[in-house]
């Protein structure tokens, strides 16, 4: 019976085209939900149950009646009636029919009727649960010419059901008269649809697209912008995303506005299969300031990395701007060091070895410091190699450094340098516990100066030079080559002691440590490129060269003392301390004269850590002075509280430098003479409800300053907000939500105080919109 006329193959090979269309109909919803439907190979196997087969040849019907199930490749159907018309070439399923997909998407629906070898098919009442338990439901389901679906009246959330009452509406759901899929155009189109949050419509549109699932990317308009502000005025802009291909797009981003006049910006990213470039990049055409006619204005924001093979790479980083208030003015990130630094890079890393070879350019972003004295690296390149252990027959390791500098300008001091150094360093243990660290060291460095300058180089000595058309006090040649060798040798001692008691661990640990080297080797007519800003601090106790950079030694022979004290409980909880100072057989004056350690005898430094639960940490740094133990520096960090209740602090004081203290800057070549630094800030973050928390930041500067710049007064921020910032933030399983205001208190030039709101909402399998929604120049003076 079931061979005749092969009706069972037919009913298996047409019953399995619902597969196929209800596989085809789900990628109007597979847009809301997380991954694509799989493809069915024609040999495979199926498999049919059914408590009844009917086959009526005078209405050429195949009918499969009670508990249907019929699978094939994961996919498993269920209805209570499954029909065939072969006459009509008409496949129809009713009653609780039920579609499980590999994927753990599962489809239902009352009715289907599938036509036309199942490119035309239809279906009522369907409800979709895709495997990430988000749902779609609609009241009909069509799909025609074999590549269109259309649902009405449909709607889609990921958003779990409330478990007290199911039939509240979810957090959030999309609405929309009528969804209509294209496949060959690869996109979705909503009519007439409405987002709702907790029931409430908050957005209704008559119309909108979006790309189908087979599409990552699509070109379209992004979340508009506007605001105000006293350099802008009122402004408003439009994003656009341009797709420009599968490896590469680009976002237009114009912007009106009524102060500054039209801005146009723009960022591209392209990736390869070895390395990515992104740029940012903006043009506008006004003033700079008051009184000042209309030029061109920009900047150029760009970056690249490539892998060369598996041990090097290649990169680049472009940063400049028209003028120094640019990026400010308009809204533009700014770089931390009041520096924009373009740089080129080529690394290798092997396995105990290191290559860095950068060229870098500097453009100074302090009102009045110009580019001519900048210096330009071309390059700077640095070897370094360290040996397996013993690898020579000594016992312990060597290491190897080569260092080779080149500095350009257009006004000043230009600086070539080579630098070679090896070191050798092996650890002992003696039978009471205590650790022996030797070491030596020896380094050769060769220099070549041409057009030595006191413009572009501050540091150097005055009187190697005329000064208001006297002749210099000490006159050098402007143009020589020098070198120097420096050996060092030190050794670092330390004796662990350790207690174990009931519940807890208790450490005492005394730390010496001498070096020894000439005191000669510094020169002043060498110019200090790269060891500025030195600032003694205990995690410089025991290095044996504590300053950055080659250009300054740290000569002469010192010996290192310090105390290290820890308890630590089994439950988690520990209490460090380390304090120490330096002693010096003879002053090294080459060291800045407010770093700490330019005496004899050094500040002394120490940093006390309390964390005696996850709920409490205590940071307390400071620098006391050699003499009373007055204070040279303090910051004090705490942070405290469960995760519904976080709040976090720092304190930094900083009495005022005195003229002879006075600090070169490394990015702009400026005299620095600082006032008194003393700000507070603090981050809190509180947890309402399940979903709801908020969080606020403050930075406050406690006092009045003013520095001195190149011996001009400088009056730094009053004490006021420098930086305030609160925000509310929602999040569950398929949402989130930020919403923020910001308000700065910096003044540069044209840039004033102001205000911002800013605000982003992400929908889980939909996407993400938001942005700087407004900002506003602030009411304050």
Known sequence: MFGRKGYKRRLFGAVFGILAALLAAAPAAAQLGHERRPRLHKGTPITFRADQIEYDEAHALIIARGHVE?????????????????????????????????????????????????????????????????????????????????????????????????????????????????????????????????????????YLSAPDPTVKRASGFLTPSFGSSNTLGVHFGIPYFWVLGPDKDLTLSPRITTAAGPVLAGEYRERFGNGFIDAIASANYSNVGAGTSDRFRGHINADGAFDLDSEFRTGFAIERASDQTYLQEFGFPTPPLDALISRAYLEGFEPRGATDIDAYMFQPLLPGLGDSTQPIVLPVATRSWASEPNAFGFGGIWRFNANLLNIVREVGTQTRRLSLGSQWQRTFRDGLGGQYRFLFSARADGYSISDLSLKSNPDLPAAYFPVNGMPAAEPIGRNFATGRIFPQVGLIWNYPLIRRGAATTQLVEPIAAVFAGPSGGNQHRIPDEDSLNFDFSATDLFRPDRLPGYDVLDTGQRVDYGLKLGLYDDRGGSYRMLVGQSYRAERNPFLPLASGAEHRLSDVVGSVVLAPSSYLDLTYRFRLDRKDLTSRSQQIGVSAGPQSFRVSGNFLLIPAQQPNEAEILPTTGQSLVLGKREQLSFDATVRLTRYWSLRGTETLNLTNSTNLVNGVAVPQAVNTSLYASISAIYQDECMAFIGSLSQSGIVNGPVKPGVSVLFSVVFKNLGEIGGTLASFASPLP
């Open 70 to 206: 019929i699978a094939q490749g994961g996919n498993i159907l269920l209805a209570d009636v499954v029909t065939y018309n072969q006459r009509s070439d008409t496949v129809t399923a009713s009653g609780h029919v039920t579609l499980l997909l590999p994927s753990g998407d599962i489809i239902f629906t009352s009715y289907m009727e599938l036509r036309d070898r199942m490119n035309d098919a239809f279906a009522t009442n369907v409800r979709m649960l895709f495997a990430d338990r988000s749902r779609l439901a609609a009241n009909a389901a069509r799909r025609t010419n074999g590549n269109r679906t259309e649902l009405a009246r449909a709607v889609y959330s990921p958003c779990d059901l409330c478990r007290r009452n199911p039939a509240a509406p979810p957090a959030w759901q999309l609405k929309a008269r009528q969804i209509d899929h294209d496949e060959q155009l690869k996109i979705i189109e909503f009519r007439d649809a409405v987002m709702e949050i907790d029931g409430w419509p908050v957005f209704y549109t008559p």
